[in-house]
């Protein structure tokens, strides 16, 4: 074993290779190592991102489009840390915090990564009724309901889950392609404004909340902690860090995240803003695509949020259950039995919750978008903790821009969460209690 002159050990001992020999890869090859990142995308663009987005163009124009450079800036962190730190120590993130702070500390963020997910699991379930409610015009209720049911049979059955999710795929990629088409057919966004908005950060009255909705579930470091485990299954090798594999999978992830709810913020701004619409029921999203898509706007939309709805369904509630039996120390399988029962456990659970809930399916959405943030003060805290430990990088170079990015990220994020949930918590038990 080599021994370097400060005592440790050398890179290529501890891992196995030099870091600095590694071959870089192809743009060919990467392309076939990117996987976790596009499924990660897949979870995060459900009703709730369609929703939040839609609300922050109609609601504030412009005004909020700086939010989506610390979105860049915090998603990418947050992926590439978790990712550091799942290669470094050899575990992915739960694992780790276990081995380092213990059983309690593991459960601990277990059981709020999981609340995050079921949260937003919430805004999915209520999503699907929506958008059968903008297709049939019947009770968003009775939407959900045949939704769960095709969603037990996909979960229960084997094979259907794969055929579903390339429908699925396709009607993402047709919501993509209507939200495109409609900036270009109202054409185009105000350059000036846009540019204004972008590189002027300021919260307009009333904003606040709307803005961590919009931050929780564009960039949260739960994306990045599944991703750990994603990369399990991806069969990642250590040398996929520094080969430009994991780099390029964290950025594939954020900038496709950033493309399609930033469009989406767009067409609310060009479409709602200017008539003062303010969105609090499902037909509303329905005329975001109303300059492009005319009558059939409300049947298009109400097929983009089923299958955003769904695919976040099938792949957040599996999301929820892996990081809670994760941190509990149990089986993480995504194809587990146990993992799967528990998921219909869940969706039982949170469909009651939906069904108890008075208010319109967009404001649960939203209100459930907003709690989704309690996962990154909680788990964030611990992976800075581990980021900083100087024997994590014992070997090879200390990532000291990451360090200093994740910890500046962190803060942001906990400065958000504890400023709009000292407000938004009371007016959600309210809700409820109301109902």
Same mark, same amino acid.
């Given at each position: 074993?080599?021994?370097?002159?400060?005592?440790?050990?050398?890179?290529?001992? #501890?891992?196995?290779?030099?870091?600095?020999?590694?071959?870089?890869?192809?743009? @060919?090859?990467?392309?076939?190592?990117?996987?976790? !990142?596009?499924?990660?995308?897949?979870? *995060?663009?459900? &009703?709730?991102?369609?929703?939040?987005?839609?609300?922050?163009?109609?609601?504030?124009?412009?005004?909020?489009?700086?939010?989506?450079?610390? %979105?860049?800036?915090?998603?990418?962190?947050?992926?590439?840390?978790?990712? #550091?730190?799942?290669?470094?120590?050899?575990?992915? =993130?739960?694992?780790?915090?276990?081995?380092?702070?213990?059983?309690?500390?593991?459960?601990?963020?277990?059981?709020?990564?999981?609340?995050?997910?079921?949260?937003?699991?919430?805004?999915?379930?209520? $999503?699907?009724?929506?958008?059968?409610?903008?297709?049939?015009?019947?009770?968003?209720?009775?939407?959900?309901?045949?939704?769960?049911?095709?969603?037990?049979?996909?979960?229960?059955?084997?094979?259907?889950?794969?055929?579903?999710?390339? !429908?699925?795929? =396709?009607?993402?990629?047709?919501?993509?392609?209507?939200?495109?088409?409609?900036?270009?057919?109202?054409?185009?966004?105000?350059? $000036?404004?846009?540019?204004?908005?972008?590189?002027?950060?300021?919260?307009?009255?009333?904003?606040?909340?709307?803005?961590?909705?919009?931050?929780?579930?564009?960039?949260?470091?739960?994306?990045?902690?599944?991703?750990?485990?994603?990369?399990?299954?991806?069969?990642?090798? @250590?040398?996929?860090?520094?080969?430009?594999?994991?780099?390029?999978?964290?950025?594939?992830?954020? *900038?496709?995240? *950033?493309?399609?709810?930033?469009?989406?913020?767009?067409? !609310?701004? =060009?479409?709602?803003? &200017?008539?003062?619409?303010?969105? @609090?029921?499902?037909?509303? +999203?329905?005329?975001?695509?109303?300059?492009?898509?005319?009558?059939?706007?409300?049947?298009?939309? $109400? =097929?983009?949020?089923?299958?955003?709805?769904?695919?976040?369904? +099938?792949?957040?509630?599996? #999301?929820?259950?892996?990081?809670?039996?994760?941190?509990?120390?149990?089986?993480?399988?995504?194809?587990?039995?146990?993992?799967?029962?528990?998921?219909?456990?869940?969706?039982?659970?949170?469909?009651?919750?939906?069904?108890?809930?008075?208010?319109? &399916?967009?404001?649960?959405?939203?209100?459930?978008?907003?709690?989704?943030?309690?996962?990154? &003060?909680?788990?964030?805290?611990?992976?800075?903790?581990?980021?900083?430990?100087?024997?994590?990088?014992?070997?090879?170079?200390?990532?000291?821009?990451?360090? %200093?990015?994740?910890?500046?990220?962190?803060?942001?994020?906990?400065?958000?969460?504890?400023?709009?949930? #000292?407000?938004?918590?009371?007016?959600?038990?309210?809700?409820?209690?109301?109902?």
């Amino acid at each position: 074993m080599e021994v370097l002159t400060n005592g440790e050990v050398s890179a290529k001992d #501890r891992l196995g290779f030099d870091p600095a020999e590694v071959k870089k890869l192809t743009f @060919k090859e990467i392309l076939r190592k990117v996987g976790p !990142g596009i499924i990660l995308t897949g979870i *995060v663009i459900g &009703p709730g991102n369609i929703t939040t987005s839609a609300m922050m163009g109609a609601n504030y124009g412009y005004q909020m489009m700086w939010l989506l450079i610390p %979105i860049i800036i915090m998603g990418i962190t947050f992926t590439m840390t978790s990712y #550091r730190i799942s290669i470094m120590t050899g575990m992915p =993130i739960l694992h780790a915090i276990r081995h380092y702070y213990g059983g309690a500390a593991s459960a601990f963020c277990g059981i709020a990564l999981f609340l995050s997910c079921f949260f937003f699991t919430l805004g999915n379930i209520t $999503g699907t009724g929506a958008g059968m409610n903008l297709i049939f015009g019947f009770d968003w209720r009775i939407g959900s309901l045949i939704m769960l049911g095709v969603l037990a049979f996909c979960y229960l059955t084997k094979g259907v889950y794969s055929k579903v999710e390339k !429908g699925i795929t =396709i009607c993402i990629i047709g919501m993509i392609v209507a939200f495109f088409a409609t900036l270009i057919s109202t054409g185009g966004p105000s350059w $000036g404004l846009m540019a204004k908005g972008l590189v002027t950060p300021a919260f307009p009255e009333g904003s606040f909340t709307t803005a961590l909705a919009y931050i929780s579930t564009n960039a949260a470091v739960t994306a990045g902690i599944y991703g750990t485990y994603l990369g399990l299954e991806k069969k990642w090798k @250590k040398e996929d860090l520094f080969n430009g594999a994991m780099r390029a999978d964290a950025i594939t992830h954020i *900038v496709t995240v *950033v493309l399609i709810s930033g469009a989406i913020v767009l067409v !609310g701004a =060009i479409v709602l803003n &200017p008539t003062g619409t303010a969105i @609090k029921a499902p037909a509303q +999203l329905g005329d975001l695509l109303r300059p492009f898509l005319g009558s059939a706007a409300p049947i298009v939309m $109400g =097929i983009a949020i089923i299958g955003a709805g769904f695919s976040s369904l +099938l792949g957040n509630t599996q #999301r929820g259950v892996v990081l809670l039996n994760a941190g509990l120390d149990r089986e993480t399988g995504l194809e587990s039995k146990p993992v799967k029962i528990i998921c219909i456990i869940c969706l039982a659970v949170a469909t009651v919750i939906c069904f108890t809930y008075g208010g319109s &399916p967009t404001q649960l959405i939203f209100i459930a978008n907003v709690a989704t943030s309690i996962a990154t &003060p909680v788990a964030g805290l611990f992976m800075v903790l581990i980021l900083w430990k100087d024997e994590l990088f014992a070997g090879v170079q200390t990532p000291r821009v990451l360090q %200093i990015l994740m910890t500046i990220c962190y803060v942001f994020a906990v400065f958000m969460t504890v400023n709009a949930l #000292r407000t938004q918590i009371p007016n959600l038990i309210n809700s409820f209690i109301g109902g």
